[in-house]
């Protein structure tokens, strides 16, 4: 890293440096717990206008770093702007969520063209551009899409929900599965890259329900394609930073950190973060994996958790953040109080760790 670069605390944790106190940012950062993002929302009429309106997007992004000061914003956008911008129908319904017209034969990828997805995705970019020109500098911005797997279930099923049809297609129709995630990989690559070149510092991959699949099939439709996005992207852009968070990803954790090329790894709220970062290389940064329940509750039990988890990973790489995203009835004051704990502890943590920290490999 070189010049203000050098300043943004979480690339240097994603270069395996260990940073005290931890940087921070969380997931969910931008949205419905912030008063000013539920007027911008109102004001855009609909979500997807929210999200493919540069100027919208660009605001929506920034309101957490004006408040709260994060070491780093996240684009705000949304998983699924990448199949809608290739052509899949897609509506947001209040209390429903997204809902899209669902693919039910491998003949329904025809309506979906890759050629379509740089013209779909351009106002993205232009976010990207302008949230990096307004940032501080020492901010680092992440870029993100939804992993191929995760956004092949949308497709599949046409809503949110416990996927049951997009399971059982892994078994009844695995030739429509494959095709939908190696569409979806395709165009995460360009897309993932478009926002490198626009002004992402690195990105993150949110394969949210990676965890609803076997072992086998998990090395299939995770592994493989955060390898292939990974490898594309780094052959593009030497030395780019990639988050992989694939929830709820269990012991699969270890092949999918040993075998991707990810730099970071986004642990969920039911990952044991100090019997994890025994098992890795010290290269790797973890991020997390504080309980978005906790946040929510605030108070001695929230101060606790945040010494408990910076201790546990002092000394080692480390993003601090939710093992999920924030709740929109989290209190702001509870925000408030996590980042200024955090950034209060004590130096006696990072020593009393540092016996520990040589254990792991």
């Not at 989290?330 to 925000?335: A, Y």
Request: hydrophobic fraction near 45%; charged fraction near 20%; charge should be negative.
């Amino acid at each position: 890293m070189t010049g203000k670069t050098a300043d943004r605390l979480v690339l240097k944790a994603l270069d395996g440096e260990a940073v005290w106190p931890p940087p921070v940012w969380l997931m969910r950062q931008a949205g419905r717990y912030l008063p000013e993002y539920r007027k911008l929302r109102a004001s855009a009429g609909n979500f997807i206008a929210l999200c493919t309106t540069p100027a919208m997007a660009t605001e929506a992004t920034l309101q957490p770093i004006r408040r709260f000061g994060l070491d780093a914003a996240i684009l705000f956008s949304d998983i699924l702007i990448a199949p809608w911008a290739l052509g899949q129908k897609l509506r947001y319904a209040e209390g429903e969520g997204p809902l899209m017209e669902r693919l039910e034969t491998l003949s329904d990828l025809d309506r979906l063209d890759l050629n379509r997805l740089k013209a779909g995705t351009e106002p993205v970019m232009e976010a990207v551009a302008r949230v990096r020109a307004e940032l501080p500098p020492e901010t680092t911005l992440i870029g993100f899409a939804g992993s191929p797997f995760t956004v092949a279930c949308y497709m599949l099923e046409g809503k949110g929900g416990n996927f049951a049809r997009s399971l059982a297609l892994t078994y009844s129709d695995p030739g429509l599965v494959a095709s939908v995630i190696e569409l979806m990989t395709t165009a995460t690559i360009d897309y993932l890259s478009w926002q490198i070149e626009a002004g992402a510092d690195c990105v993150m991959l949110f394969d949210s329900w990676a965890g609803l699949l076997p072992p086998d099939l998990f090395r299939a439709h995770v592994i493989h394609p955060t390898t292939r996005i990974v490898d594309a992207l780094h052959l593009r852009h030497p030395g780019v930073k990639v988050i992989g968070f694939p929830r709820l990803a269990g012991l699969m954790a270890l092949p999918y950190i040993a075998e991707t090329g990810i730099s970071g790894f986004g642990m969920d709220t039911a990952t044991d973060a100090a019997a994890l970062a025994r098992l890795l290389p010290r290269s790797v940064a973890l991020q997390g994996n504080l309980d978005p329940l906790l946040l929510r509750a605030g108070g001695v039990s929230l101060d606790h958790a945040v010494e408990r988890i910076a201790g546990e990973l002092a000394g080692l790489p480390h993003i601090f953040n939710l093992g999920h995203g924030i709740l929109p009835d989290t209190p702001l004051e509870h925000v408030a109080q996590l980042i200024e704990r955090l950034r209060s502890l004590p130096q006696r943590l990072l020593e009393d760790s540092r016996e520990h920290a040589t254990s792991r490999i």
